[in-house]
């Protein structure tokens, strides 16, 4: 496939604002979990929670889309001059020629926890304030998005579990290569809310210690919240040396919440992604894993990984750093990619202990320093909706 170059992008999550802080932390060895504080939320568990949202609600005409995850949007959408970067690509383009696509589990959902709470009991009525078009509904971040950055593009949000906003890749991949758009925003925001928190503590997912990827002890995720954003465009010459050299999409419906126990759409993901970019395994430098600490999804992430790239390939999970930021970890992955690339630097895997002896693959515990040159980064969602994308250096 034509690459698209990745020109500009940003990252908010429990690391911080920004990229600068962001690889610092990783630098550092700082990662971002807390014991759960969040809200009314009575859970025995660690959150990536990002600092400040609660104080920081949209103002003036972006009032009527106040809700957690649009400000968690905004705040990342201000940080490392993406929107100035933006707005060179539509003066390039036109406003109209930069397409949005984002991805996101639950949108504004928390928006309609406070409903719920603030609303008449005898009646049923919600408050006035409540909004669901610009607020709850998935089709509000990608509205907000344009509106904020002042495109006429295409728009469209996917929401696919946790592989929302690595699809938005190849979705933006698609419409440029038809013609729909020349340049496209994608990325995704998820924020914390009850709803899932209390669901996947339901489904007995959650840990009650920092999540531990591939350890022997491992028993479930910490939830966390992020945004980010990244601009593609077609190559040029004097940008970004970053690249989007191909793409993997598969659906395995193999059950509604677990892999295939081989890892069978895991593997025809990364296939599809390196026959895209007309590369075999041993042109990759490193895997960024899906990585979520639960027992059987790393089982069947570890099977498909060796399947395709042996067992010396090296590989990390950074959900250790920031939680599984749900529909944001595809778009937070990429831009740690992204990082190990420009600065040759790929950190471990934070609060893994004992590796789990059954595991086979070569699981980073100690920062790597090389350079690196293509990465392929995972993200695997509920119902078998997965996504691999290839990120590399330009030559």
Known sequence: MQPLQITAYTVVNALGRGIEPSFAALEAGAGGLRPCDFGEAGLDTWIGRVEGLEEEPLT?????????????????????DFAGAVKSAAKRYAPDRVGVFLGTSTSGIRQTELAYQAGDASSGRFPESYVYEWTHNLYSLA?????????GGPALVVSTACSSSAKVFATAWRHIQAGLCEAAVVGGVDSLCLTTLYGFNSLELISEAPCRPWDARRDGISIGE?????????????A?????LGYGESSDAY???????????????????????????????????HGTATVFNDAAEDRAVVSVFGARMPCNSTKGWTGHTLGAAGIVEAVFACLSIEHGFVPRTLNTEQPDPVLSARLLTQ?????????????????????????????
Not at 143 to 151: A, G, M, Q, S, V
């Open 143 to 151: 509205d907000f998005t344009r509106r904020f950055l002042e495109l």
């Open 60 to 80: 003036g005409w972006l009032a009527p889309y106040d809700c957690r995850n649009n400000r968690l949007a905004r705040m990342t959408l201000e940080q490392d």
């Open 255 to 289: 059950h509604m919440s677990s892999p295939h126990p081989e890892g069978t759409g895991a593997i025809l993901a990364m296939r599809r992604a390196l026959d895209a970019a007309d590369l075999s395994p041993a042109d990759v430098d490193y895997i960024n894993l």
């Open 240 to 244: 970004s040396p970053i690249l989007l």
């Open 226 to 238: 992020a945004g980010g954003f990244a601009l593609l465009e077609k190559p040029r010459l004097e």
């Open 367 to 395: 920062p790597l320093v090389q350079r690196v040159d293509r990465v392929v980064s995972n993200s695997f969602g509920f119902g078998g909706a997965n996504c691999s994308l290839l990120l590399g250096r330009a030559p």
